[in-house]
């Protein structure tokens, strides 16, 4: 274990490395006057949101639902935690689906967090009705926090199991 620990953390070591000789590389861009063709700095930020993300979802046993699914009231999930992706799937049908499930800003806040199966929707949208886990039913409505509804393709199972008797 504490092997697989070292190794873990010289991995991490190295790539905090390619982000400082990617800053290196800025520096000498600007302090050439060199304009590069592209933002550096938002390019790292999408580079270290993927590499989260490329630990993140095998660690918690979390698979990509690839169609709409039979899932039980309680299932847990995951939310895409990319926000301007997440706004954009549901800014259109779900594959399969005949209608879109439309975007409310505060759905971001459900954006890369697990979130418990409260309904799900109709064959029209291909949609859950989710809320975060961390809240309960009494409390997220007092609190503001409310149930949103998220197509099936920007949520990740957390079960397997519970796709085995899907739609």
Same mark, same amino acid.
Request: proline share 4%; charged share 35%; with cysteine.
């Given at each position: 274990v504490i092997e697989f620990q070292l190794d873990t953390v010289r991995w991490m070591l190295e790539g905090a490395g390619l982000f400082g000789e990617a800053k290196a590389v800025e520096a000498e861009l600007q302090a050439a006057a060199i304009s590069p063709s592209f933002d550096l700095r938002a390019w790292l930020l999408d580079v270290s949101e993927a590499a989260r993300s490329a630990v993140k979802w095998p660690v918690l046993g979390a698979t990509r639902l690839s169609r709409w699914a039979d899932l039980p009231t309680g299932a847990r999930v995951l939310v895409l935690d990319d926000v301007a992706e997440l706004e954009r799937l549901c800014q259109r049908?779900?594959?399969?689906?005949?209608? +879109?499930? !439309?975007?409310?800003?505060?759905?971001?806040? @459900?954006? *890369?967090?697990?979130?418990?199966?409260?309904?799900? *929707?109709?064959?029209? #949208?291909? #949609? /859950?009705?989710?809320r975060l886990?961390?809240?309960?039913? !009494?409390?997220?409505?007092? !609190? *503001? +926090?409310?149930? @949103?509804? @998220?197509? /099936?393709?920007? $949520? @990740?199972? $957390?079960?397997?199991?519970? $796709?085995? !008797?899907? +739609?």
């Open positions: 049908n779900a594959p399969g689906a005949e209608k +879109r499930v !439309e975007w409310n800003p505060k759905m971001a806040v @459900f954006a *890369g967090k697990i979130c418990v199966v409260k309904a799900m *929707g109709d064959k029209e #949208h291909m #949609h /859950y009705d989710l886990e961390d809240s309960d039913a !009494e409390d997220s409505e007092s !609190e *503001g +926090r409310k149930s @949103f509804w @998220f197509p /099936y393709d920007a $949520l @990740f199972s $957390l079960n397997d199991a519970q $796709l085995q !008797e899907g +739609r």
